[in-house]
Nanobody, 118 residues
């Protein structure tokens, strides 16, 4: 089994910063990518940022220039540093892990709430 443990969410004022972390453990043989998605009330879950095993990154346009995703491969941990937060960044943030084991397997964390006050 694979487990994802997230931390770092909370309440912050607009313009502030937060760092989310997600540690993966369990039967992880080969990580394809790790990333963060978010879901605001009444909206669909959307990609925030992702990083491949090779270090390639991808960001949503809405967070480009304000967020940085990075990994500690030795710890199977992915981080999302978010700066200049806006009220529209308020959402539940979910960690995502894609593992290669013959086929691709997808795993999700339990979610961590990020609330940005104006």
């Amino acid at each position: 089994q694979v487990q994802l443990v997230e931390s770092g969410g909370g309440l912050v004022q607009a313009g502030g910063s937060l760092r989310l972390s997600c540690a993966a453990s369990g039967s992880i043989f080969s990580i394809n990518s790790m990333g963060w998605y978010r879901q605001a009330p009444g909206k669909q879950r959307e990609l925030v940022a992702s990083i491949t095993s090779g270090g390639s990154t991808n960001y949503a346009d809405s967070v480009k220039g304000r967020s940085t995703i990075f990994r500690d491969n030795a710890k199977n941990t992915v981080y999302l540093q978010m700066n200049s937060l806006k009220p529209e960044d308020t959402a539940v943030y979910y960690c995502n892990l894609v593992v290669v084991a013959g086929t691709l397997s997808y795993y999700w964390g339990q979610g961590t709430q990020v609330t940005v006050s104006s």
